[in-house]
Structures are given as C-alpha cells and as structure tokens.
C-alpha cells in the first residue's frame, strides 16, 4: 500500500458526519450570559437541584464559586477504595497518583456550564489535578479527576471536606449539540493510570534497604575480623593451626559478604 492509499484509508475511517443542532437554548427575561454570582447558585442549587447536597456555609459558598467536596469512591493504582465517617483520611503518598471523586452530584441546567479546578490549598500542598475543566450543559452525576502528589511529602485529603472550586457561566441563548453523557460512575472510567515517579521511588527504596542490609554486614564482619586479630594479638600464645583457621573463616565471611553486595548492587 503507497502513501495515498494509507491516507485514503485513514480519510474514510474518520468520521465526519455533521451533527445535528437540535438542543434549543433558551435563557429567561432576567437571565443574562456571564458568570454566576453567589445568589444565582444558590438559587439553582435550592430550586433545580444544580447541586445536590448544597451547603451554604462560608467554607463551600463563594462570591462566584462554590468548593466541592471529596467523595466516597477513589482509586490508587488498581485498587478501587471507599472512605466513610469512620474511616475519612484519603493519604497520597509522595509522586502517587488517586483518582477521586465529588461528594455532591451535579444536575447543570442546558443554559449553564461549569468550570472546575483544584481548589489553592490542594495546589500548595503539591497536588496537581488532571481533568476536564469544563463541565458541559445537561451533565448529570459525579466528578472524577486523577490527583498528583509531586511534593516530597504525603497529602491526605478528608471524606466531605472542600478538595475542588467551580464556577457557573451562563451561555447565550442558541441551539447546541446535545449533550451525550457516556460516564456517570468510576467504573465506567476504564483506566489503570499508576505514577511512573512513584514507581521509580520504590525501586530506589528498595535499593538503599539492600544497600543498608549490605553494610551491616561488612561492618559486623570486620567487628569479628578485630576482634579475633585482638584477642590473638594480646595473647603470648603463638596461632596455632585451629586459630589461623579461625581467621581464615573470618576473611572468608567479610569476602562472602562483600561479593554478596556487588550481586545485589548489579542486580538493581
């Protein structure tokens, strides 16, 4: 197959088949496109349920944003996890990555979008959040996000506790695309994201645990070689041949340990 062949073929895999406008757009009398203050939040979230729980209190409701909590569902490497009352602490260890969720669930108008992020706190703390920051109208469900720990030190995040800020805009008035919603749970999220740094950190742990192991041994190894040279140096008995066997076992033991740590050196 020639060059104009494979782009031939790759022409007709693509799909370009023109979408239907058919989602009409409408915005009331008194609603006008721009971002929504705190009042206007609160009023959907009371009246059609745009965020479920809704907590008016100082650490959630903003002037022009409102901070999400941490949810039940997170996942670190392969293992899918819950947290609850009793057991709330989410620990990200260092350069680990969890894929989190929302404690509220979002239920956003067609006229409305939402923009999301880590909240300040989590970003100072060395976390780095990963998703799409824009949150389509008609959405409907949870939000998941994988989080990165790229500090030194583990970040533990709390069960219902504010991890995440979004702010509404209101669109203009028009027919959009309708939203095709193809995710409402983790699991319908199939990944099995895992830190590259976080691995490589283990590996090198690992070599100084066997490196450590290593030098144990040498240095309890030349404890018994002095000790033995002492004992025959402060005696006036000459080595006799049990005692040069004994010596001869202590170097053979310091040899031994020592080609023991050069294998497990190479073998890291």
Same mark, same amino acid.
């Given at each position: &197959?020639?060059?104009?062949?494979? =782009?031939?073929?790759?022409?007709?895999?693509?799909?370009?088949?023109?979408?239907?406008?058919?989602?009409?757009?409408?915005?009331?009398?008194?609603?006008?496109?721009?971002?929504?203050?705190?009042?206007?939040?609160?009023?959907?979230?009371?009246?059609?349920? &745009?965020?479920?729980?809704?907590?008016?209190?100082?650490?959630?409701?903003?002037?022009?944003?409102?901070?999400?909590?941490?949810?039940?569902?997170?996942?670190?490497?392969?293992?899918?996890?819950?947290?609850?009352?009793?057991?709330?602490?989410? *620990?990200?260890?260092?350069?680990?990555?969890?894929?989190?969720?929302?404690?509220?669930?979002?239920?956003?108008?067609?006229?409305?979008?939402?923009?999301?992020?880590?909240? #300040?706190?989590?970003?100072?703390?060395?976390?780095?959040?990963?998703?799409?920051?824009?949150?389509?109208?008609?959405?409907?469900?949870?939000?998941?996000?994988?989080?990165?720990?790229?500090?030194?030190?583990?970040? =533990?995040?709390?069960?219902?506790?504010?991890?995440?800020?979004?702010?509404?805009? *209101?669109?203009?008035?028009?027919?959009?695309?309708?939203?095709?919603?193809?995710? *409402?749970? &983790?699991?319908?999220?199939? =990944?099995?994201?895992?830190?590259?740094?976080?691995?490589?950190?283990?590996?090198?742990?690992?070599?100084?645990?066997?490196?450590?192991?290593?030098?144990?041994?040498?240095?309890?190894?030349?404890?018994?070689? #002095?000790?033995?040279?002492?004992? #025959?140096?402060?005696?006036?008995?000459?080595?006799?041949?049990?005692?040069?066997?004994?010596?001869?076992?202590?170097?053979?033991?310091?040899?031994?340990?020592?080609?023991?740590?050069?294998?497990?050196?190479?073998? =890291?």
């Amino acid at each position: &197959m020639n060059k104009s062949e494979e =782009t031939k073929k790759e022409t007709e895999e693509i799909d370009i088949t023109p979408v239907e406008l058919s989602e009409k757009v409408e915005l009331a009398r008194n609603e006008k496109p721009g971002v929504l203050v705190s009042s206007e939040i609160e009023r959907l979230a009371q009246d059609h349920k &745009m965020i479920h729980p809704f907590y008016r209190d100082k650490k959630r409701l903003k002037p022009a944003a409102y901070h999400l909590s941490l949810g039940e569902h997170y996942r670190i490497g392969k293992k899918n996890k819950l947290l609850s009352d009793k057991d709330p602490y989410l *620990r990200i260890e260092p350069y680990q990555v969890a894929i989190v969720e929302t404690w509220e669930e979002l239920d956003l108008p067609k006229n409305v979008i939402g923009r999301w992020n880590l909240s #300040i706190s989590g970003v100072y703390k060395g976390l780095l959040w990963v998703g799409g920051p824009q949150v389509d109208p008609g959405f409907k469900g949870h939000l998941y996000c994988p989080l990165y720990n790229l500090s030194t030190l583990p970040v =533990t995040l709390v069960f219902k506790e504010p991890f995440a800020t979004m702010d509404f805009v *209101r669109t203009t008035p028009g027919y959009s695309v309708p939203f095709d919603q193809r995710r *409402r749970k &983790m699991s319908d999220y199939v =990944t099995m994201l895992e830190s590259a740094p976080e691995d490589t950190l283990k590996k090198v742990n690992e070599v100084r645990r066997r490196v450590q192991v290593f030098e144990t041994t040498m240095l309890t190894t030349i404890g018994i070689i #002095i000790a033995a040279l002492a004992i #025959i140096a402060g005696s006036n008995v000459k080595p006799d041949f049990a005692t040069l066997w004994i010596i001869i076992g202590a170097v053979a033991t310091f040899a031994s340990g020592l080609l023991i740590g050069l294998v497990v050196r190479r073998g =890291t």
